[in-house]
């Protein structure tokens, strides 16, 4: 090295340098870079699913009454109760009391499914929504087949109604439940 001029230590050295610092950067800057980048990536990641199972924490307490207002409802529906004609009248008349609609007439026959009824009821308006709306809250089982207006009393404010029900209930059904209760 001694034979080397001042000049040309110089530009070794600025070339020893830029070896350097050019391996520097590819070697370990850029690699360590890159990581960096995928450690960051994987931290938002990391937020993103801590911020939804956060998220599905705090339904918890909403989702467990859902659950008790579902299994409650479902327990109501498979809840299988025999209705005789009889009980089904009492619970149309006490409608039509509590709703102040008059049961002009009514008439009850019976099917191998269930029960068939015609009512020809008079009302005001309000009243009778109001009755129709308690015979569908009652037993999904009741259903409203025909329901005619066939006369308007405009002075009073009175409406007359024709109104077929039947209430299903198939004969297996009440076998089945007398068979499984005895």
Excluded: C
């Amino acid at each position: 090295m001694s034979n080397l001029s001042k000049r040309e230590k110089i530009l070794l050295f600025i070339l020893f340098v830029t070896v350097v610092m050019a391996a520097y950067y590819y070697l370990l800057y850029q690699p360590i870079k890159a990581h960096q980048q995928d450690l960051e990536n994987q931290i938002t990641n990391i937020q993103s699913e801590y911020t939804a199972v956060l998220n599905k924490v705090n339904q918890i307490n909403s989702l467990e009454k859902e659950l008790v207002e579902l299994k409650k409802e479902r327990e109501e529906r498979l809840e299988t109760v025999v209705r005789d004609a009889e009980e089904i009248l009492a619970a149309v008349d006490y409608f039509a009391r509590e709703s102040n609609v008059d049961i002009r007439s009514y008439q009850k026959r019976n099917t191998d499914n269930g029960y068939p009824f015609t009512f020809e009821i008079q009302g005001g308006y309000f009243e009778l929504l109001s009755f129709l709306q308690m015979l569908d809250n009652w037993d999904y089982r009741l259903v409203v087949e025909n329901l005619t207006a066939s006369n308007v009393q405009q002075q009073e404010n009175l409406i007359s109604l024709n109104l077929n029900l039947f209430y299903h209930q198939s004969d297996e059904l009440r076998e089945f439940i007398e068979n499984s209760a005895g």
